[in-house]
């Protein structure tokens, strides 16, 4: 029996986050949203993971509005966003009545399908997303943050699908953000958790290492229902797959996704356009556009190896990089082997940097290093040593329970902090995520509406004169 492959396109969100480290402004989406939602794309990404702080921090724009114009564009595909599990869009633990608010405002401006996951694999840290984007009737995709270790077999992942399904989850999402699949371990995997668990299941994995297209066949072969691929201008590199050489690679078979390969060049024609641009005002750098395997031999993603080479470049030990690389691991299994996407990727990568800079290992740790060590981030997927974690965190008390159940509501203490600022109900979400950003971007807007002069701003206290 034919079995329609659906595709996600990434080119509104994943692509040029990856490419040009999310700086694509709307007014480049918006001549061609409307050609995009007559495509037949089962889902267009293109809201939440690092979209949100890009509008405010480099685009002075509202990411809610930027939602509301592709919703109002696209009126026929679904709007699909990443959502960091407890941690939302931002980079902490938020209190259940913050996220129950956000779930509701994002699907009332247009989002359908919420990808949801947790950088430990903490089905805890879950629980709270999922009942809410259920309780908005959005669907939800719970992500497997897939990474490569002693521990990470084919049966542990099939644990955790079968724990997401149990929790609500309408789809799977095996989410390689560092590009370490190769095409016969997509093969194994998802036979394994197809063979358990009867929930669709869609693979994401970028192309830095080179393989992502023949993951994604050897994926689909062995009963992948949805792949996520990137309009080829912003395709390949550190980004993903192309869109139109995988419909082609399907195409009068049974995978068929029914797509137009003319209609999809149209589309890759506007793109084409927008990429030359960036890659003339130095967005895209063209190195990133290259094959890197050597994300394959230290199972470090790309944009953490960049973050290492630049800490190390400010110590003045940028010829410790191997030391760092090969200390990265060593880290690893020390903190629980957290799989390595944000925020775990940085918090491991810095400490695995002090420890080669201090030349003895955890002289010096972070606060983050010893929170994730203490639990405050959830369980890691392997216990970590007792003796260990009281090297680390001395006195601090453990966290066992959902790190989310020890804070306190906090949306009226949000809102009352941002009264001042506030011109619709969403503003409140965009200042719980990014207080001091989001206020930068408020008085910019106030400042643009009143066609105040900047000087009349009070720079000490960055408010207005009433």
């Given at each position: 029996m034919a079995k329609k492959i659906k595709i996600t396109e990434t080119g509104l969100r994943d692509a040029h986050q990856s490419l040009l480290a999310t700086r694509m402004p709307t007014s480049d989406m918006l001549p061609i949203l409307e050609k995009m939602d007559k495509v037949g794309f089962y889902s267009l990404e293109c809201w939440g993971g690092a979209t949100f702080d890009s509008c405010l921090r480099f685009l002075n724009e509202d990411p809610w509005e930027r939602l509301r114009i592709i919703r109002d564009k696209?009126?026929?595909?679904?709007?699909?966003?990443?959502?960091?599990?407890?941690?939302m869009l931002g980079y902490r633990h938020y209190a259940d009545d913050v996220l129950d608010y956000f779930v509701q405002r994002s699907v009332a401006n247009g989002i359908d399908i919420l990808r949801i996951f947790d950088a430990l694999n903490d089905i805890k840290n879950l629980q709270s997303a999922?009942?809410?984007?259920?309780?908005?009737?959005?669907?939800?995709?719970?992500?497997i943050?897939?990474?490569?270790?002693?521990?990470?077999?084919?049966?542990?992942?099939v644990d955790y699908a079968k724990r997401i399904a149990d929790a609500g989850a309408?789809?799977?999402?095996?989410?390689?953000?560092?590009?370490?699949?190769?095409?016969?371990?997509?093969?194994s995997l998802v036979k394994a958790i197809k063979k358990e668990v009867d929930l669709p299941i869609q693979i994401h994995t970028h192309y830095t290492s080179g393989l992502a297209s023949m993951c994604l066949l050897k994926g689909v072969e062995a009963g992948a229902d949805m792949?996520?691929?990137?309009?080829?201008?912003?395709?390949?590199?550190?980004?993903?797959?192309?869109?139109?050489?995988?419909?082609?690679?399907?195409?009068?078979?049974?995978?068929?996704?029914?797509?137009?390969?003319?209609?999809?060049?149209?589309?890759?024609?506007?793109?084409?356009?927008?990429?030359?641009?960036?890659?003339?005002?130095?967005?895209?750098?063209?190195?990133?556009?290259?094959?890197?395997?050597?994300?394959?031999?230290?199972?470090?993603?790309g944009g953490m190896l960049s973050n290492l080479l630049s800490q190390l470049k400010?110590?003045?030990?940028?010829?410790?990089?191997?030391?760092?690389?090969?200390?990265?691991?060593?880290?690893?299994?020390?903190?629980?082997?957290?799989?390595?996407?944000?925020?775990?990727?940085?918090?491991?990568?810095?400490?695995?940097?002090?420890?080669v800079i201090m030349g003895e290992r955890y002289k010096m740790c972070t606060n983050e290093f010893k929170d994730m060590v203490a639990g405050k981030y959830g369980t890691t997927p392997v216990a970590i040593d007792e003796?260990?974690?009281?090297?680390?965190?001395?006195?601090m008390e453990p966290v066992t329970c959902r790190p989310a159940d020890l804070i306190a509501p906090e949306l009226d203490k949000l809102k009352e902090e941002a009264a001042q600022y506030v011109q619709q109900e969403e503003d409140v979400l965009s200042y719980a995520m990014f207080p001091k950003v989001s206020v930068d971007f408020f008085n910019k807007r106030r400042e643009s509406q009143l066609g105040l002069n900047p000087d009349m701003l009070d720079k000490q206290n960055k408010t207005y004169p009433v």
């Open positions: 696209c009126k026929n595909t679904k709007l699909q966003m990443l959502f960091r599990g407890q941690n999922i009942k809410a984007a259920k309780r908005e009737k959005a669907e939800v995709q719970v992500a943050s897939y990474t490569t270790g002693p521990v990470f077999t084919d049966e542990y992942y309408d789809t799977i999402c095996i989410k390689d953000m560092a590009a370490l699949l190769t095409p016969y371990k997509t093969e792949i996520d691929t990137a309009i080829s201008p912003l395709a390949l590199g550190t980004s993903h797959a192309p869109t139109e050489s995988m419909v082609a690679a399907f195409q009068g078979t049974e995978y068929d996704t029914g797509l137009d390969l003319i209609a999809l060049s149209e589309i890759r024609e506007y793109f084409m356009t927008l990429r030359d641009k960036y890659i003339k005002s130095g967005l895209i750098d063209p190195k990133m556009l290259a094959t890197d395997a050597n994300a394959l031999i230290y199972q470090v993603p400010q110590a003045g030990k940028e010829s410790e990089l191997t030391k760092v690389l090969e200390e990265v691991p060593r880290v690893r299994e020390d903190a629980g082997y957290p799989p390595l996407v944000t925020p775990t990727s940085q918090i491991v990568g810095t400490q695995a940097v002090f420890n003796k260990f974690r009281n090297k680390i965190i001395g006195d």
